[in-house]
């Protein structure tokens, strides 16, 4: 696809479900980021994928929240037993380069824990 | 800490005026710094990259400046448009390797 793509665009669920949601980046792109946004807010980091690994996690909150790229494109990031506190907009974005390049970010995958 | 800091929170300006965006970082060692528009429900869209050595760099009719030393950058939007309202956000990049920094963004809003 021409650009980062994020599933699903919503997501309504319950207080302790399990959540996962999906990032599809640019073609090529090695650098995954993650944030999360609050209303109002500015985004907020949560995790850095540099390849397959995980460059920096230090943003996840909690043991709750984990992320994967198992094949350096893809990326999941789980929400285990959701909280009403983790409804947010959870942004990906995609580079090249990291944290010297373009970033281009997804439209964000809204989620909503009643 | 390593924080991004910016003001106003939220500005109105009339259609056509100039405004300018502030912010201020305490991010070290510095890498880059960035800006980004975004419109309400939507992801950042990059408008401008700097890093520590350049001052100034422009994208249509948005201007940002950088001074390394006072840790200080500027966004100035000219001849403002309807379209201009949104959220504007800076970033600092870091070392190597470490994750973008995000301000919490001023909202403008551009009125007829």
């Known amino acids: 696809g021409a650009g980062v793509s994020q599933t699903p665009s919503n997501k309504v669920t319950e207080k302790g479900k399990y959540v996962e949601l999906r990032c599809d980046p640019i073609s090529g792109h090695t650098a995954l980021y993650w944030y999360r946004q609050s209303l109002g807010q500015g985004p907020e980091f949560l995790i850095y994928?540099?390849?397959?690994?995980?460059?920096?996690d230090s943003g996840l909150p909690n043991d709750r929240f984990f992320a994967v790229r198992p094949e350096g494109s893809v990326s999941t990031l789980k929400i285990q037993r959701t909280e009403r506190g983790d409804s947010a907009v959870y942004l990906c974005?995609?580079?090249?380069?990291?944290?010297?390049?373009?970033?281009?970010f997804g439209e964000g995958s809204r989620l909503t824990v009643l | 800490k390593n924080q991004v800091e910016q003001s106003p929170q939220s500005l109105i300006i009339l259609e056509g005026k100039n405004c300018t965006l502030q912010?201020?970082?305490?991010?070290?060692?510095?890498?880059?710094l960035r800006w980004y528009k975004q419109d309400t429900g939507r992801g950042p869209v990059s408008l401008t990259i700097?890093?520590?050595?350049?001052n100034t760099k422009s994208n249509g009719r948005y201007t940002a400046t950088l001074d390394a030393d006072t840790k200080q950058s500027s966004l100035h939007i000219t001849a403002s448009q309807l379209s201009d309202s949104a959220s504007y956000i800076c970033v600092v990049s870091g070392q190597a390797g470490t994750a973008l920094i995000f301000g919490k963004g001023t909202t403008l809003s551009v009125s007829s």
């Open positions: 700097m890093t520590f050595s350049e």
């Open positions: 994928f540099q390849g397959t690994g995980a460059a920096d």
């Open positions: 974005a995609s580079g090249e380069q990291g944290d010297t390049g373009e970033l281009f």
């Open positions: 912010c201020n970082y305490t991010v070290s060692p510095f890498s880059n």
